[in-house]
Antibody, heavy 123, light 106 residues
Framework: EVQLVESGGGLVQPGRSLKLSCLASGFTFSNYGMNWIRQAPGKGLEWVAS????????YYADTVKGRFTISRDNAKNTLYLQMTSLRSEDTALYYC????????????????WGPGTMVTVSS | DIVLTQSPTTMAASPGEKVTLTCRASSSVSYMNWYQQKPGASPKLWIYGTSKLASGVPNRFSGSGSGTSYSLIISSMETEDIATYYC?????????FGAGTKLELK
C-alpha cells in the first residue's frame, strides 16, 4: 500500500525558514517523480515544486522560486521542501504527491497524496 | 502558463440527475486529469488521461474532451459524489489546477 506522510509543518514568523519532509513507503520511491502541492485555507490547489526520480529535473512555481528548494534522498525514501523567507501567503496545507506517467509517457498525473502538513506564517 | 477555468464554481444536483462539470484551458492541452476532494481529506486522483477512471471510481463517472475543453460527467448523481472536483493539465510545467467546482446535493 502506497503511503506518503508529511511532517515538519508548524507556526513560523514571516521571514523565517522551515523544512518539510515526506516519508514514502509501499512503492519504489527512486523510480518516481515527486511533487509538493499546497492548499491555502478554504482555497484551491497550487502546485509548488517537482523533482524527477534522480533529481535531474527540478521545477518551481514562480511564487516560490528562489525561496523554496525541493530535494530527495532515495536511500531514505524521503522528499524534502526547504522553505526560506516565508511570507503570510505561504500559509497552507502542504501535500506531497507521487507522480506517475502513462505507458507512453504522453501525460502524467498525481496518483497518491499524503494527508498534508500545515504551515502557518504569522507573527 | 496554462490557465484552467472550471465552471460552474458551485452546482447543486439531485440524486439521479446527470451532472456535467467543465474545464477550459487558455491554450490547447493534450490530456486532462481530475481530482476529487472531500472536506478535511486529501485530493484523490479521479480521472486521468482525459477519460481513464482511477482505481475504485464508480463507472457512473466519465471524462471527455480535447484541445481547450474538457468535461467530467456523472451519469446519475449519488450522495457520495458530494465533493469539490479539480481539473489539472497533464503535460506542461507549471502543473496548473483549475479553481475547482463544488458539487452539492439539491
Amino acid at each position: 500500500e502506497v503511503q506518503l506522510v508529511e511532517s515538519g509543518g508548524g507556526l513560523v514568523q514571516p521571514g523565517r525558514s522551515l523544512k518539510l519532509s515526506c516519508l514514502a513507503s509501499g512503492f519504489t520511491f527512486s523510480n518516481y517523480g515527486m511533487n509538493w502541492i499546497r492548499q491555502a485555507p478554504g482555497k484551491g490547489l497550487e502546485w509548488v515544486a517537482s523533482i524527477s526520480s534522480s533529481s535531474s529535473y527540478i521545477y518551481y512555481a514562480d511564487t516560490v522560486k528562489g525561496r523554496f528548494t525541493i530535494s530527495r534522498d532515495n536511500a531514505k525514501n524521503t522528499l524534502y521542501l526547504q522553505m526560506t523567507s516565508l511570507r503570510s501567503e505561504d500559509t497552507a496545507l502542504y501535500y506531497c504527491a507521487k507522480r506517475s506517467r502513462d505507458s507512453y509517457a504522453l501525460y502524467w498525473y498525481f496518483d497518491f497524496w499524503g494527508p498534508g502538513t500545515m504551515v502557518t506564517v504569522s507573527s | 502558463d496554462i490557465v484552467l477555468t472550471q465552471s460552474p464554481t458551485t452546482m447543486a444536483a439531485s440524486p439521479g440527475e446527470k451532472v456535467t462539470l467543465t474545464c477550459r484551458a487558455s491554450s490547447s492541452v493534450s490530456y486532462m486529469n481530475w481530482y476529487q476532494q472531500k472536506p478535511g481529506a486529501s485530493p484523490k486522483l479521479w480521472i486521468y488521461g482525459t477519460s481513464k477512471l482511477a482505481s475504485g471510481v464508480p463507472n457512473r463517472f466519465s471524462g471527455s474532451g480535447s484541445g481547450t475543453s474538457y468535461s467530467l460527467i456523472i451519469s446519475s448523481m449519488e450522495t457520495e459524489d458530494i465533493a469539490t472536483y479539480y481539473c489539472q493539465q497533464c503535460c506542461s510545467t507549471p502543473n496548473t489546477f483549475g479553481a475547482g467546482t463544488k458539487l452539492e446535493l439539491k
